[in-house]
């Protein structure tokens, strides 16, 4: 496996991870462990899309790909709140904004990929 396959397979298995912590208070399970494994996949997410850099010479892909990171950031942003803004629901808002943030720029890399393929 080439290492750009097996940190997508972490973003993936880190962003699942995110998504069942996020939904399981919805569905009225609450456990205080479950802010510290959100936390830990927020900064997993971040660490790893950090590493992921642009190597080439259309800036429209470099921004793709920093808001990825920003989007990351965004998660982490939300990790913090679920510890520090007790009987609010802003960590929602970071990690929606989070998730729209990184699907736009996933889907516009790839149609940017297939243009110039």
Request: proline residues 1%; hydrophobic residues 55%.
């Amino acid at each position: 496996m080439k290492k750009e396959q097996i940190k997508d397979w972490i973003i993936l298995v880190a962003k699942l991870v995110l998504l069942a912590m996020a939904a399981l208070p919805i569905l009225g399970i609450m456990h205080e462990w479950m802010r510290y494994i959100y936390a830990t996949a927020a900064v997993i997410i971040l660490l790893v899309q950090a590493t992921i850099r642009y190597k080439g010479k259309d800036l429209r892909l470099k921004r793709l790909y920093n808001m990825n990171v920003i989007a990351a950031g965004l998660y982490c942003a939300s990790a913090f709140c679920t510890f520090y803004s007790e009987g609010t629901q802003d960590w929602v808002a970071f990690l929606m904004s989070g998730a729209i943030l990184n699907l736009y720029a996933t889907f516009m890399i790839e149609r940017r990929n297939k243009k110039s393929a």
